[in-house]
């Protein structure tokens, strides 16, 4: 058994985790951490939100949202078609870093560290807001 660690990049354990060995400092795990840090919806996300409403888009968010995790879980479900479908999704709902980067994806192959990592900093992001929402009366006032 090797040194200890601290493994940083959500619940789940996968191949993209970023590790350091215990002891690493707080400055270079802060430096880490922030690079797996949920942002904030972008502002074509909270346009979407004022011109369709809450009722309309979140079903999507939350569909992006299960979809990439599906991806993420089952490495090879990651097709041609699907790779199209998340980058169009992804970026027709403000996430547009992800959609550019689900468009390289190569057909067939499993997504590479950086879109793996980008579509769990959008899993992350969704599911939060999702359930700000639902604890608030007005979603839209989830804003920066």
């Known amino acids: 058994m090797g040194a200890p660690q601290v493994r940083v990049g959500g619940d789940q354990v996968f191949d ?3 590790v350091l060995p215990v002891g690493s400092g707080l400055e270079t795990f802060s430096i880490l951490a922030e690079r797996w ?3 904030d919806l972008s502002d074509a996300t909270l346009r979407l939100l004022d011109v ?12 992006l949202a ?3 995790e599906s991806v993420l879980t ?15 999704l992804a970026g027709t709902l403000g996430f547009t870093a992800l959609s550019e980067a689900w468009l390289v994806v190569p057909p067939g192959l499993a997504a590479p560290v950086t879109v793996r990592r980008l579509s769990r900093l959008a899993v ?3 599911r939060r807001y999702i359930a700000a929402a639902e ?5 839209i006032a989830l804003r920066r």
């Open 135 to 139: 604890r608030s009366s007005t979603p």
């Open 74 to 88: 089952t490495p090879d479900a990651a097709t041609e078609t699907t790779s199209h479908r998340l980058a169009g």
């Open 16 to 18: 993209d985790d970023e």
């Open 66 to 68: 299960d979809t990439l």
């Open 52 to 63: 369709f409403g809450a009722a309309a888009i979140l079903p999507m968010l939350s569909r």
């Open 124 to 126: 992350g992001t969704i």
């Open 37 to 39: 840090k949920p942002k």
